[in-house]
């Protein structure tokens, strides 16, 4: 769930990993609500100014353990197709470019669909 945080708030376009916590790959004990202390202290207070990302991140915080498995059983679906040997550690690690670039579609997805609905996502 974190890392899936980490990688929405970082630029995949720009290719800058902007994790909201980097202890998550250094085996520290970190919880969901860590990541969102995390967003308000990178972000501020929730406001229209955030940017996108930080909004995204925060609704993905917000899931439930069943969308979170789908998107890693997805992760893991695409490491394997690349020829990754050990997806399901693969897709834990920082900045991996399959896992980054799902989760950077989801995020132009909920973009998309937050503005065209009128919404401020």
């Known amino acids: 769930m974190i890392h899936g945080a980490n990688c ?33 202290n990178k972000f501020g207070d929730d406001s229209e100014e955030w940017p996108s990302r930080a909004k995204v991140a925060l609704a993905w915080l917000a899931q439930s353990r069943e ?5 890693k059983t997805e992760c893991t679906k695409r490491l ?7 997806p399901d550690i693969s ?15 989801l995020k132009e997805t909920l973009i998309q669909r937050g ?3 009128g919404g401020t996502v």
């Open 8 to 40: 929405l708030v970082s630029d995949y376009n720009a290719g800058i990993w902007d994790p909201l916590i980097e202890d998550l790959y250094t085996g520290a004990d970190v919880h969901p609500e860590m990541a969102v202390r995390a967003i308000f």
């Open 67 to 71: 969308v979170v498995f789908i998107y």
């Open 80 to 86: 394997k197709e690349k020829g990754d040997e050990n």
């Open 91 to 105: 897709a834990r690690q920082p900045h991996n470019d399959s896992v980054w670039k799902l989760f950077h579609e």
């Open 115 to 117: 503005l065209s609905s």
